[in-house]
C-alpha cells in the first residue's frame, strides 16, 4: 500500500468522518481472501469513499478518464494506482485490472459505467463479465443504498462541460455484501449473447442487495 493511496484515504476518510453519520456493514464474512472483483451500483461518488474502510486492502478501482484530469485530484489518483477508463478504450483498463488481480489486488468496477442516482439500474457494460472470465478471479457483489433525503447533487465545470457529482451529506450508508462467486461459461463460448447472460446475473444479485440494503435502512426512520 503505497504513501499515495494512504494520502487519499486520508482525504476520503476526512469526508467520510464529517459527512457519513453512520456505516452500516451487512455481509462483512462473505469478502474472501485474494484477489477479488466487487461489483456495485453507483449511485453516489461518495459510497466510494466508504469501501476502503471496509475492506483493508489496497483496492483499484476503474474509474472515468476524465477524473484523471481534475487538477491536484487526479494527480492523486494517478500516483494512488488507480485504473483510468477512457471511453472506446475500455480493453486497455481491462488489461490493467488483470494484471492486478494476478499480482494479488482487488479490483472495483461499476458496470454501470457512470453514477446513476436513479432507483432502477441501467443497463451495464460487459467489462465486469470479461474481468471476472480472463481472470479467474470470484465476483463480489455488493449493494449500496443511501435514503434520498441524504443525497445532494452538486454542479461544476469540466473540459466546458456541465458534470454533476452526487454526495452523501448526513444520515446512514448500508453496504450489502453478497457471496462470492464465479460465472458458470464455457471458455470458448464468451460470445455477445453468454456474456450479456452472466452481466445480467451480476446485476440481479447487485439489486437485490440494494432492495435488502434498502430494507435495513428503514430502521433509521
Known amino acids: 500500500m503505497n504513501i499515495w493511496y494512504k ?9 467520510k468522518t464529517l459527512f457519513i453519520r453512520k456505516v452500516e456493514v451487512v ?22 469513499f466508504v469501501l476502503p474502510f471496509i475492506v483493508r486492502e489496497k483496492l483499484y478501482f476503474l474509474i472515468q478518464a476524465d477524473s484523471f484530469t481534475v487538477p491536484i485530484l487526479g494527480r492523486l489518483l494517478a ?25 494479488g489486488g482487488s479490483v472495483v468496477i461499476y458496470p454501470e459505467g457512470r453514477l446513476n442516482p436513479a432507483r432502477d439500474l441501467r443497463r451495464a457494460g460487459a467489462g465486469a ?12 457483489p455488493l449493494g449500496f443504498y443511501v435514503p434520498e433525503k441524504y443525497s445532494r447533487v452538486f454542479k461544476g465545470h469540466l473540459h466546458g462541460r456541465v458534470n454533476y457529482g452526487y454526495f452523501q451529506i448526513g444520515g446512514p450508508c448500508i453496504v450489502n455484501i453478497g457471496e462470492p462467486w464465479k460465472p458458470l461459461i464455457d471458455e470458448f463460448d464468451q460470445s455477445y449473447r453468454a456474456l450479456r447472460e452472466v452481466t445480467q446475473q451480476m446485476m440481479n444479485q447487485v439489486m437485490d442487495l440494494v432492495e435488502q440494503a434498502k430494507a435495513e435502512a428503514s430502521k433509521y426512520g
Do not use: W
Open 7 to 15: 494520502i487519499c484515504l486520508g482525504i476520503v476518510g476526512t469526508y
Open 129 to 140: 463479465s470479461i474481468l471476472a472470465l480472463e481472470s479467474g478471479a470470484p465476483v463480489v
Open 27 to 48: 455481509g462483512k464474512d462473505n469478502i474472501p481472501p485474494g484477489p477479488k472483483i466487487f461489483i456495485a451500483n453507483h449511485p453516489r461518488i461518495s459510497d466510494s
Open 79 to 103: 500516483l494512488a494506482d488507480q485504473i483510468p477508463v477512457t471511453l472506446g478504450q475500455g480493453r486497455e483498463a481491462l488489461n490493467v485490472a488483470i494484471e492486478r488481480l494476478a499480482e
